[in-house]
């Protein structure tokens, strides 16, 4: 089970740390990573585990892991309006590709507002 929680209402600019725990498994061994889907549109790559971003948040994103937490972390700086969504966590178990759909397990999203 993936629980992702950190999300809010935030000023354009700001910033938010974004976590994705883990439980009733170990998934050290497995890919991580983030995505976001805002309304009517297609939910969308954010970033992973291994450092790969999206172009759209590269420079401000950073990724991170805490496997002795198992526990993932998405820290968002200089946040746009562009950047709500509902953030989702995902674990892909095989694979390289980072798709929605190359995604085998997936947490409860969390609602990121930027307000402008």
């Known amino acids: 089970q993936l629980q992702a929680s950190g999300g809010g209402l935030v000023q354009a600019g700001g910033s938010l740390r974004l976590s994705c725990a883990a439980s009733g498994r170990t998934f050290s061994t497995y890919a991580m990573g983030w995505f976001r889907q805002a309304p009517g549109k297609e939910r969308e790559f954010v970033a992973a585990?291994?450092?790969v971003y999206a172009d759209s948040v590269k420079g401000r994103f950073t990724i991170s892991r805490d496997n002795a937490k198992n526990t993932v972390y998405l820290q968002m700086n200089s946040l746009k309006p562009e950047d709500t969504a509902v953030y989702y966590c995902?674990?892909?178990?095989?694979?390289?590709?980072?798709?929605?759909?190359?995604?085998?397990?997936w947490g409860k999203g969390t609602l990121v507002t930027v307000s402008s």
């Open positions: 995902a674990v892909r178990r095989y694979g390289s590709r980072w798709s929605a759909d190359a995604m085998d397990y």
């Open positions: 585990s291994s450092t």
